[in-house]
């Protein structure tokens, strides 16, 4: 039986819908600076066509901010200490990809904990040590997603094991995919879960791979994943859509879009597998759904310390 395909549209909806209720009961309307430095990665502009659509649908008000792309880090900084200094934004927005002479993680550090949602920021990524004495503040919105898409698919990794399989190409360069992969991916887990981190050179990646019940691939190279590297009747999440390209658009006649293939052969995997969730259109759109989420949770705790302090 053909694996099943489970796609994260309905679920971002539902979180997205979740996100709205819980920011209308506790009688808020978050806001969010959206900042970014324009350049020419193509994924850029789509990364904030759908964040605006987010904020838009679940109701948040959005500051959207342009910078050129010759922008300096002196005056991306400025500005951020400027929002964080600025009491009506609740959450600050930095999107990626930046340009290459822009370090990601000078820019999460200079954002104000209470202010960063995504779960990025050291003071929320210091906290999913295990020797960390300080409990979680905020889970990083990849892994939440993760495990909302196997709530959804009623998979439980209790006792499996489970394989993150990376691409070195992509997590020594890019340090957000280096921690999601190597610290918060465990942190979400349940703790007998046993779970590994293998690099797709590894001479043993295909057999570790193999063994896995729930296999996450995250991975620059398209398609790389077939049957072989499966387990029969594994859980497999495709996370990272590869950009190989432009095509038509099927909504737009005329116009042009990136064309994005993930690092699982679906139709090979699928011989295999038993519940695929693929990329593009699977973790994307949920992890969405729950940064909607926690941007509502940290404008509800921003503003509860808020007023909770003197003078407030």
Request: charge should be negative; aromatic fraction near 4%.
């Amino acid at each position: 039986m053909p694996a099943r395909i489970a796609t994260g549209q309905a679920l971002k909806r539902t979180l997205i819908e979740q996100a709205a209720r819980s920011a209308k009961d506790a009688g808020i309307t978050p806001t969010v600076a959206l900042v970014r430095v324009v350049h020419d990665d193509p994924m850029l502009p789509v990364n904030f066509r759908l964040h605006q659509k987010l904020f838009s649908d679940a109701g948040f008000q959005v500051r959207p901010y342009e910078l050129d792309e010759d922008t300096d880090w002196e005056t991306l900084r400025t500005l951020i200490e400027r929002l964080n200094a600025d009491d009506d934004v609740d959450v600050i927005l930095v999107l990626i990809p930046l340009p290459e002479h822009l370090d990601i993680r000078s820019v999460l550090a200079a954002i104000d904990p209470a202010k960063e949602a995504e779960g990025l920021h050291l003071d929320h990524v210091m906290r999913l040590n295990p020797l960390s004495a300080l409990p979680a503040t905020r889970i990083p919105v990849v892994p939440t997603a993760v495990v909302h898409l196997l709530d959804e698919i009623g998979y439980d990794p209790d006792g499996h094991e489970v394989v993150v399989l990376t691409d070195p190409d992509l997590t020594e360069t890019n340090p957000v995919a280096k921690m999601v992969a190597r610290i918060a991916a465990f942190a979400a887990l349940p703790p007998n879960a046993s779970g590994c981190v293998v690099p797709v050179t590894h001479p043993r990646a295909r057999e570790l791979a193999g063994s896995a019940d729930l296999l996450v691939v995250s991975l620059q190279r398209p398609a790389a994943v077939t049957a072989e590297w499966i387990k029969p009747g594994a859980v497999v999440i495709d996370f990272n859509p590869v950009f190989t390209g432009f095509r038509p658009s099927r909504k737009h006649p005329g116009q042009e879009v990136p064309h994005l293939v993930g690092g699982v052969e679906v139709d090979s995997a699928s011989t295999v597998a038993g519940v695929i969730v693929p990329a593009p259109g699977g973790v994307g759109p949920v992890m969405l759904g729950a940064l909607a989420q926690q941007i509502v949770t940290a404008a509800i705790a921003r503003r509860s310390e808020g007023a909770a302090s003197p003078g407030a």
